[in-house]
């Protein structure tokens, strides 16, 4: 069983950035993949960025250019840093690993954009 909280969602201006993590109880080292999805209220939740293990990162295309995920082994945690953030973005984030075939997901941290 793999827990995952994420963090450093928040109220931000249009254009301005954020970094989430994604902090695992366990070791994400052999993870078959990471990732990042979000819900908008009154919408499905949607893919926003993943990285499988030995494989290409994906982003959505509404996100391409300016978010970017990553992983720090060593600390069991996944990060996703976002930049010219937009209203559009506004969503409660969550975060994903799958380990064994098992997906885990986070509670989510919500993100918004407005002025």
């Known amino acids: 069983q793999v827990q995952l909280v994420e963090s450093g969602g928040g109220l931000v201006q249009p254009g301005g950035s954020l970094r989430l993590s994604c902090a695992a109880s366990g070791s994400i080292f052999r993870a078959e993949a990471v990732g990042w999805y979000r819900q908008a209220p009154g919408q499905q939740r949607e893919l926003v960025a993943t990285m499988p293990s030995g494989g290409s990162t994906y982003y959505a295309d509404s996100v391409k250019g300016r978010f970017s995920i990553s992983k720090d082994n060593a600390k069991n945690t996944v990060y996703l840093q976002m930049n010219g953030l937009k209203p559009e973005d506004t969503a409660v984030y969550y975060c994903?690993?799958?380990?064994?075939?098992?997906?885990?997901w986070g509670k989510g941290t919500l993100v918004t954009v407005s002025s």
């Open positions: 994903k690993i799958r380990n064994f075939g098992i997906n885990y």
